[in-house]
């Protein structure tokens, strides 16, 4: 069996947690330590579990938190070269592995697939984790879908996927021009129609739960994010995750 929980989904910061009876481990850190341990402990969730961190870019709503969670839970984290070289030296880690994107790590009983993006970050990756044949994949800051997060998203029984921004809410909200342009560009986020099309064309056969994740607070709602996914629905949940909370644990098994 595997557990899933978004502890933080949003551009105030991310941290997701996979696991299963023995192991577990964490993507982004972009919460303080404190948060991170007291919404695992909400959840009943070990955090001596947890074997590994895993960085998908030196953004600091991914990595801010990072160097005091990795230093209390006494753990590596895994990142690559450029991420860790563009990122900000205050917050760094000392126990790093640097990984190439393409590259499938092994963190305790689970194999980690790292695969580049299209995000306006040095060397941006998503994961796919996967044990015992079930596959998480935790795909967030995507500007345009690439053959990689194609590739990667058909073959995951469960999903962290963005849907960041409502389109009209965007353009007719408060953010200047070129906010504006930046997020809805290729290197920027996934809007809810983008995740939509990109769900519905591609989803694994035996897909079980969707967390749609970094919502926006300005550009999107979540009644609006989940009635853009109206036409799946009936295929497979759909569910929210929160930008100030832990989320809803969810058992695959």
């Given at each position: 069996?595997?557990?899933?929980?978004?502890?933080?989904?949003?551009?105030?910061?991310?941290?997701?947690?996979?696991?299963?009876?023995?192991?577990?481990?964490?993507?982004?850190?972009?919460?303080?330590?404190?948060?991170?341990?007291?919404?695992?402990?909400?959840?009943?969730l070990d955090p001596s579990r947890i074997k590994a961190i895993f960085?998908?870019?030196?953004?600091?709503?991914?990595?801010?938190?990072?160097?005091?969670?990795?230093?209390?839970?006494?753990?590596?984290?895994?990142?690559?070269?450029?991420?860790?070289?563009?990122?900000?030296?205050?917050?760094?880690?000392?126990?790093?592995?640097?990984?190439?994107?393409?590259?499938?790590?092994?963190?305790?009983?689970?194999?980690?697939?790292?695969?580049?993006?299209?995000?306006?970050?040095?060397?941006?990756?998503?994961?796919?984790?996967?044990?015992?044949?079930?596959?998480?994949?935790?795909?967030?800051?995507?500007?345009?879908?690439?053959?990689?997060?194609?590739?990667?998203?058909?073959?995951?029984?469960?999903?962290?996927?963005?849907?960041?921004?409502?389109?009209?809410?965007?353009?007719?909200?408060?953010?200047?021009?070129?906010?504006?342009?930046?997020?809805?560009?290729?290197?920027?986020?996934?809007?809810?129609?983008?995740?939509?099309?990109?769900?519905?064309?591609?989803?694994?056969?035996?897909?079980?739960?969707?967390?749609?994740?970094?919502?926006?607070?300005?550009?999107?709602?979540?009644?609006?994010?989940?009635?853009?996914?109206?036409?799946?629905?009936?295929?497979?949940?759909?569910r929210l995750t929160n930008r100030y909370a832990e989320a809803e644990?969810?058992?695959?098994?």
């Amino acid at each position: 069996m595997i557990d899933i929980c978004a502890l933080a989904s949003g551009s105030n910061g991310n941290c997701y947690y996979i696991g299963n009876g023995d192991d577990a481990i964490l993507v982004d850190a972009g919460i303080s330590r404190r948060q991170v341990l007291e919404r695992m402990a909400r959840k009943k969730l070990d955090p001596s579990r947890i074997k590994a961190i895993f960085i998908s870019h030196e953004h600091a709503d991914h990595f801010r938190g990072v160097r005091v969670l990795a230093k209390k839970l006494d753990v590596p984290v895994f990142m690559t070269q450029k991420s860790w070289e563009k990122s900000w030296g205050p917050n760094r880690p000392h126990a790093v592995r640097l990984f190439v994107p393409g590259e499938s790590v092994i963190a305790g009983n689970f194999t980690v697939h790292t695969f580049l993006k299209n995000h306006d970050a040095a060397e941006p990756c998503s994961f796919r984790i996967e044990h015992n044949g079930i596959n998480v994949g935790v795909f967030t800051d995507i500007g345009l879908p690439c053959n990689n997060v194609i590739d990667h998203l058909s073959q995951c029984q469960a999903l962290f996927l963005e849907s960041n921004y409502d389109e009209q809410m965007l353009w007719q909200g408060p953010y200047p021009h070129h906010l504006k342009v930046r997020v809805a560009s290729d290197k920027g986020h996934l809007s809810n129609t983008q995740a939509y099309e990109l769900l519905e064309k591609y989803h694994h056969p035996d897909l079980r739960v969707v967390f749609l994740s970094h919502l926006s607070e300005d550009n999107n709602r979540p009644e609006v994010a989940v009635n853009a996914f109206s036409g799946v629905a009936n295929r497979f949940p759909v569910r929210l995750t929160n930008r100030y909370a832990e989320a809803e644990m969810f058992h695959l098994e």
